[in-house]
């Protein structure tokens, strides 16, 4: 079993930043796939980015390519985002996961974990 649980979402002006974190409890924390994953009111969640444990390869939507960087630090159990250049459609709740085993990890699907997400506002 592993709980994770977010920090770092906040009110921020288009053009600013945020980090958001995650903590996983448990132990082999490196052992699993992390992913960043969002819901904006009406839409359906949707993926971020992920990095996987052991060689930290990583993945991002194109929608955030360039702007957001997520990396991880196994010693801490923790993931994190940044997120740069925020714009109002980045507006949502972000969701951090953790998948065991994941061959895509853009899909909601392959997660078996869930924190209880993190507001993030963008305003023009």
């Known amino acids: 079993q592993v709980q994770l649980v977010e920090s770092g979402g906040g009110l921020v002006q288009a053009g600013g930043s945020l980090r958001l974190s995650c903590v996983g409890s448990?132990?082999?924390?490196?052992?699993?796939?992390m992913g960043w994953f969002r819901q904006a009111p009406g839409k359906e969640r949707e993926f971020v980015s992920a990095i996987r444990g052991s060689h930290g390869l990583t993945y991002y939507a194109d929608s955030v390519k360039g702007r957001f960087t997520i990396s991880r630090d196994n010693a801490k159990n923790t993931v994190y985002l940044q997120m740069n250049s925020l714009k109002p459609e980045d507006t949502a709740v972000y969701y951090c996961?953790?998948?065991?085993?994941?061959?895509?990890?853009?899909?909601?699907?392959?997660?078996?974990?869930w924190g209880q997400g993190t507001q993030v506002t963008v305003s023009s």
């Open positions: 448990g132990r082999a924390f490196s052992n699993y796939v």
């Open positions: 996961a953790a998948a065991y085993r994941s061959a895509y990890p853009e899909r909601t699907s392959e997660f078996d974990y």
